[in-house]
């Protein structure tokens, strides 16, 4: 089984396009909803907050990112009508309360947000999981699934991981799946 996980974690890394990010990927779940943040690396570096919608009659839909000022994440909460994404010193909320149309609000705002579902990390500091989602009202079945695998190479260890929203029907099979991250990270033996 270990085996296969390894093949199909290296099949996926290398098939679909290739994300360059760093290793914080923070992300909470809200009832039908997705949120998590990267900073990207590339022509132009700009950390964003990415919402993925999920539903039985939506399926799995990306919306537009939000762009976010630089700053290190340590935390995000997804509520009903917020996402708190929490600094160092300060926090940052994005209105959801048009889901479509998300808003990056004044930082110092005292909103309260009620955690709605998961928190953690979906990238390299994430433990390989299934995690189960609320879908709301609509049923279906949707689960954040992370698979991660490691082996020897000349330079060192190459971790890989790939994190996926999927969909599944009421026979377990994968109906939709939408990739939110993948990457290597090389550690060095010395």
């Known amino acids: 089984m270990r085996t296969m996980t390894v093949l199909l974690i290296l099949l996926a890394a290398f098939s679909g396009v290739f994300v360059l990010a760093d290793s914080d990927g923070y992300f909470c779940t809200g009832n039908g909803y997705l949120a998590y943040e990267m900073r990207w690396v590339g022509e132009k570096s700009s950390h964003i907050l990415t919402i993925v919608r999920f539903g039985k009659d939506i399926g799995i839909e990306q919306l537009a990112p939000v762009e976010l000022e630089e700053f290190q994440t340590h935390g995000m909460t997804c509520g009903r009508d917020f996402i708190k994404i929490s600094a ?103």
Do not use: C
Not at 120 to 144: I, M, P, W
Not at 147 to 160: D, T, V, W
């Open 88 to 190: 160092w010193s300060d926090s940052y909320y994005v209105d959801i309360s048009d889901i479509d149309n998300p808003t990056l609000v004044a930082d110092d705002l005292a909103h309260e947000v009620t955690s709605a579902g998961h928190q953690g990390n979906l990238g390299h500091g994430s433990d390989e999981s299934v995690l189960d989602l609320k879908a709301g009202d609509t049923g279906g079945r949707f689960q954040l699934v992370i698979l991660k695998a490691s082996h020897p190479s000349q330079r060192g260890i190459e971790h890989f991981t790939v994190t996926e929203l999927i969909q599944r029907d009421s026979r377990e099979e994968i109906l939709r799946r939408h990739r939110l991250f993948t990457g290597i990270f090389l550690e060095t033996i010395d």
